[in-house]
């Protein structure tokens, strides 16, 4: 049996599709993938690759059929735009050519749903069911970066929207609140299902990393640094907090992106003790800047979508087993304060926010570990990665039924 992955990001690049098609191959399936040369996420080529319009790989028996890339997109629009396309039509070029020979395909929907369409390109021609796993939707994201939502680009995203989705055999969704959306550009009896990304495994038997010489409560946010990701108003809620608690404390900011450099401006402006910028960190180190860290914190501006998105971090934060602060809406806000995995915030409102700062500075041993506790229950059901890319693979090739 052969599957076709179609993704915009494989390896090198750190995504939980690469631990996909490396469990299903073990399961005895003929895995490749169809995905980009790799630029994630400074936006430039992998040292070791050429960006040729198409070549071959091997990633430890996985064939991989990549494409051009577009660089330079981290600040660019026009070469973001352009990057998307670009999958879009040379992906659909060699799905064409490839498509035939594999029995079924899974998108993994991470980036835009353009590079969707070389997944779907395969079922309309080659008649191969197509099960796509969605970690975002549109048309909401699209807007929620800034686009006018004008009657003509409705239209267009709407009708491209439901041509993905309704030529889809299975689409499963990151987060329960993604399905009443998907429903509307879906097939009546279509089948829709929740799984949620699992938890990274961390490695537990390492040195703690010395964020500080002093003895404070350390707050840490890791991963992607853009303006969605809110911290200006955790950093400036940071930065009101009761004199003798901010001596206490300090907030460690992990990560690069395009908003980095406002962010070290703003702290520099308003003059904030004890925000760190530590830059970006190897994936396989990251357990010592958690095992170090007292609260992780998860942020998202205030936007319907993403009210609706639970970050991929959240299980990653909850397997480190350390409390979460989550300064966002919706669905999210909700697994932190169900599951008493720590405290929440609404993501424009300082004074909250500065709250749960002070409160978790505050905070007893004891009470820290119930949350931990709580975390550990969910990582082994809920967020459990066997579990789900088993039933990943049972959804895409029909096993389940």
């Known amino acids: 049996m052969k599957i076709l992955i179609v993704t915009e990001y494989f390896y090198p690049e750190e995504f939980k599709i690469n631990e996909i098609a490396l469990e ?38 996985i064939t991989v059929h990549r494409v051009k890339s577009i660089t330079g997109y981290k600040e660019n629009l026009f070469k973001k735009l352009l990057k998307y396309f670009t999958f879009m039509f040379l992906g659909t070029f060699v799905a064409m050519k490839i498509g035939k020979r594999y029995d079924f395909v899974f998108g993994f929907d991470i980036g835009a749903l353009t590079g969707m369409t070389p997944a779907i390109v395969v079922q309309k021609f080659y008649k191969k069911p197509v ?58 009896q279509q089948k829709i299902e929740y799984l949620p990304n699992w938890a990274d495994a961390l490695e537990t038997n390492v040195e703690a990393f010395q964020f500080s010489k002093e003895e404070k409560i350390h707050f840490t946010f890791a ?10 108003n955790v950093i400036q809620a940071f930065g009101s907090i009761d004199n003798k608690l901010i001596l206490k404390a300090q907030l460690n900011i992990i990560g690069d992106g395009s908003y980095i450099d406002d962010l070290q401006q703003l702290v ?36 319907p979508i993403f009210s609706l998105t639970v970050p991929a971090k959240i299980q990653t934060y ?28 609404e993501p424009n409102n300082l004074e909250q926010i500065r709250k ?29 990665k066997d579990r789900i890319i088993k039933r990943l693979l049972g959804l895409t090739t029909g096993e389940d039924q």
């Open 131 to 188: 099960t796509l796993w969605i970690q975002d939707i549109w048309p909401d994201s699209v807007y929620a970066y800034g686009f006018k939502q004008t009657k003509l680009l409705t239209y267009c995203l709407n009708s491209f929207v439901k041509f993905i989705y309704k030529n889809s055999t299975v689409l499963v969704v990151s987060a329960e609140g993604f399905i009443e959306k998907i429903k509307l550009f879906s097939v009546k």
């Open 223 to 232: 991963g992607n640094i853009g303006k969605v990701q809110n911290l200006d």
């Open 318 to 345: 909850i397997a480190a087993k350390k409390p979460i602060l989550a300064i966002l809406n919706g669905d999210a806000a909700k697994i932190i304060e169900d599951n008493k995995l720590g405290f929440s915030a």
């Open 24 to 61: 299903w191959q073990k399961k005895g399936y003929q895995v490749d993938v169809l995905t980009n040369f790799p630029t994630y996420p400074a936006g430039k080529i992998y040292d070791n690759y050429k960006n040729k319009w198409y070549d071959k790989d091997n990633y430890k028996g």
């Open 356 to 384: 749960i700062l002070e409160k978790s500075i505050l905070l007893s041993e004891d009470e820290k570990n119930i949350l931990i506790k709580n975390s550990q229950f969910l990582t082994e059901n809920t967020f459990n």
């Open 268 to 303: 520099k402006n308003e003059n904030i003790k004890n925000v760190i910028f530590w830059g970006r960190k190897p994936r396989q180190e990251m357990s010592k800047y958690f095992k170090a860290s007292d609260f992780l914190i998860v942020s998202l501006i205030d936007k």
